[in-house]
């Protein structure tokens, strides 16, 4: 993230039951291992539901739909021992293809080639604090619906 720059991102609550489709990450100054449903940012002149088609299939070989507008959030956080700061534009959405919603876990790979793995985890997890579940403010929005 650079310094003193506000990012403007997309994600995309995808859901099967009680669980929602997130990624693994790790901060690599505090070790702590964390969750976000995927997406990206939003190149200038890019409308947030086509940045958010792209990504998914730059990331993981997939493509959305039934995209419907939730909210947008916004997060200042510190990651790998930098602060950052995003307005996450916030959909919810399907797969197109309904495999997906068969697979346990889905690598992804991102733009810097960094693999990390995609996967279900209920909701309930996150709500009894095993998981960090960013960005922040998501849960309480999973809650509500």
């Known amino acids: 993230m ?9 994600i995309c609550i995808i859901r099967k039951g009680d669980a929602i489709f ?13 969750y976000r449903p995927l997406g990206g940012g939003i190149e200038y002149g890019e409308y947030s539901r ?3 088609q792209r990504e998914f299939r730059e990331e993981i070989n997939a493509d959305l739909l039934n995209l419907r507008y939730i ?6 956080f510190i990651c790998d ?10 959909y919810e959405g399907d797969f197109v293809d309904q495999s997906f919603y068969d ?7 991102e733009d810097n080639g960094e693999k990390l793995k995609a996967l279900w985890v209920p909701i309930a997890d996150f709500r009894a604090g095993k998981f960090p579940l960013y960005p922040d403010g998501l849960l309480e929005l999973l809650l509500e619906s």
């Not at 650079?2 to 997309?10: F, S």
């Not at 909210?71 to 200042?76: S, V």
């Not at 697979?103 to 790979?109: F, G, S």
Request: charged share 25%.
């Open 2 to 10: 650079t310094a003193q720059q506000i990012r403007v991102i997309t």
């Open 103 to 109: 697979k346990e876990v889905v690598i992804l790979t």
């Open 71 to 76: 909210q947008t959030l916004e997060n200042i």
């Open 50 to 52: 086509t940045a958010l």
């Open 81 to 90: 021992g930098e602060q950052g700061h995003e307005i996450v534009i916030v």
């Open 22 to 34: 997130v990624f693994e990450d790790i901060d690599e100054v505090t070790n702590e291992t964390f």
